[in-house]
């Protein structure tokens, strides 16, 4: 019986300001699509509602170690994808 790889490296939290909740969700469905590759939707963190913002906090990509290339391709094609529609995919920490 095959035991599962470890994860051990990530992408960096990042997240798209303005991406509505079923588009995260969306993404992350895709993203889980990718072999080796493990995403969680994390909470927004934010203490003032603001209508313009996401209702969520980001997105934290995980991969098993080792990863291989193709893997890594598709994850940014699928992150290009949606950046192209929705606006560019920034580090998490760099929001307010």
Known sequence: MDTPTPLAS???PICCPQLPLAV?????AHLRQVLEVTVEIL???S???DYAQSQVGG???LYASPVDSASLRRVEQILAYYGDRYGAWQPLEEQS
């Open 24 to 28: 995260y969700q969306e993404v992350a």
């Open 43 to 45: 909470p927004q963190q």
């Open 10 to 12: 990530s992408h960096s």
């Open 59 to 61: 997105l934290q990509i």
């Open 47 to 49: 203490r003032q509602f």
